[in-house]
């Protein structure tokens, strides 16, 4: 039988122990190094889109501001305060842009009404619903360049839809050519060459939209109004709050092409908008700096619109 030499058998007391100690103060140090990194990964996976928005977001509007304040011409980088914007305030065409503004926001609950009860018709299966998904997201792709020559020819004066309205025994509208019809025209126009977006982002939501709940309205009785209102908005206030915060921004900032095509900013300025506006100014009238004004302003009133929107939303939410 083999003996075991003394050097096996002699082990120092607390060897053990001593062992076990290292392997967990190793274990320690390296899930304190993995606590470290996940604590930091999510920072470090930011870091790039925040340093994108950065570079090219935030501080192009901090230059913009700043260069609000120079003046224009000989006055090119000479600081002149708030005079460009006193100029905007007492500008008639600027002025008529900020209350169109206004008229967007008040028909901002239709553009988004519009693309809701569509989707939720799509979403309850409504017979052809399959073709509806891909008809109504079909005027999104088309170029706004392309829409506004469409809707010239058919609300020409002498286009069909007068040709339509005359044998229905109406007289003939000038759609594009009364200034207070012009701007109606153009966000009806804008609004049906827009919303397939807005769709697709209802029926996104309507895919977290508990079944159950339209089951049980199904089986008290609820009618098609009363789901809508009770069961599908307070179940959608996430999505219906997003879809009415890009609806706002894309009319303000997305409506320059069928401008451009449709109207031109006429007839007598009755169709300005800021980003119209500002186009103007800057490329027409070769004053940079009043357009940055006006970029400035058209930027405190989106923040404050879309505020209000998301604060509004928030409390009829809780109230329901």
């Known amino acids: 039988m083999p003996i075991e030499s003394p050097s096996r058998l002699a082990r120092p ?16 140090r390296w899930d304190a190094r993995g606590w470290r990194a996940e604590r930091f990964a999510p920072y470090v996976l930011v870091a790039p ?27 090119n980088g000479t600081p002149v305060g708030l005079s460009n914007y006193l100029e905007l305030a007492g500008d008639p065409l600027f002025r008529t842009s900020l209350r169109n503004v206004g008229l967007l926001v008040l028909l901002l609950p239709v553009a988004v009404a519009i693309p809701g009860l569509l989707a939720t018709f799509i979403y309850l299966r409504v017979p052809g619903h399959r073709v ?34 005359g044998t229905a025994g109406v007289g003939p509208v000038d759609w594009l050519g009364d200034p207070g019809v012009a701007m109606f025209t153009v966000v009806g126009v804008h609004i049906w060459a827009t919303f397939g977006m807005a769709l697709v982002v209802f029926l996104a939501g ?25 069961v599908i908005i307070p179940s959608l206030t996430r999505t219906i709050q997003f879809v009415f915060v890009t609806t706002m921004i894309g009319m303000l ?11 031109n900013g006429g007839p007598e300025g009755s169709t300005y ?48």
Do not use: C, K
Not at 140 to 165: H, K, M, Q, R, T
């Open 132 to 165: 509806y998904r891909s008809v109504y997201f079909f005027p999104a792709v088309l170029s706004p360049v392309i829409v506004g020559a469409i809707f010239n020819l058919l609300l020409g004066y002498d286009g069909p839809l007068n040709a339509l309205l």
């Open 49 to 75: 889109a925040v340093l994108i928005i950065v570079v090219l977001r935030l501080w192009p509007l901090v230059l913009g501001v700043n260069f609000s304040f120079t003046g224009d011409g000989e006055l």
């Open 206 to 230: 309507f895919s977290t939209l508990d079944a159950s709940l339209l089951d049980a309205a199904r089986v008290d009785g609820a009618s098609l109004r009363r789901t809508i209102w009770h």
């Open 13 to 28: 007391a607390g060897s053990g122990r001593a062992g076990a100690a290292s392997v967990t103060h190793r274990g320690r």
């Open 253 to 263: 900032t997305s409506m320059f092409g069928l401008l451009f095509v449709m109207t």
């Open 273 to 320: 908008l800021p980003e119209f506006y500002i186009w103007h100014q800057q490329g027409q009238m070769n004053q940079p700096a009043l357009a940055s004004a006006a970029s400035t302003v058209l930027f405190v009133v989106m923040l404050v619109v879309g505020l209000l929107q998301i604060t509004l939303l928030r409390r009829s939410g809780r109230q329901d």
